[in-house]
């Protein structure tokens, strides 16, 4: 069973303690009332076991209008692939003005399902559907200090700054 307890690491974070699984739709749904069940409304799947581990590669549920803090990681690759639902992927320059505009759907949307950043860049998600899901790859292992966090956006606790960021990167990418 993919989310026994025993891989539950936080009320959001799921860890495979298998060496080889599968998931399939059935999956995903329960992944989804998961994340209903948490403060944030959010959840991930790890399928590596430890953080350790040179490929990571996270299933992840988020809410329509989840804030995504605009971060970058320093010298490390990120591609994201589409399950269920529709985002926008904005990537911004180190000032905050955005450089680019990726809508992104499942493979039936006719919308880019996926996409990989190579570089260093300022990114983060609009999310329009009522559930976003989606498979998230990165190389290990996980350091906090390869994530950096955009100055010029608002932190997760700064409700009325986040909505007014948000509907600012809402009419910029339209």
Known sequence: ??????????????????????????????????????????????????????????????PKDAYVRPHKHLNKSESMVVIEGEADYVTFDDKGCIQENTPMGDYKSGKSFYQSTRVDMFHSLVIHSKWLVFLEITQGPFNRKDTVFADWSPTEDEEERIIEFMEKVKKGVK
């Open 1 to 62: 069973m993919l989310f026994d307890q025993r891989n539950r690491k936080s009320s959001e974070v799921y860890v495979s303690g298998q060496s080889l699984f599968s998931i399939n739709n059935k999956d995903i749904n329960e992944l989804i009332n998961k994340a209903k069940l948490t403060s944030r409304n959010r959840v991930r799947f790890c399928s590596h076991r430890s953080t350790d581990e040179i490929v990571h590669e996270m299933f992840i549920v988020h």
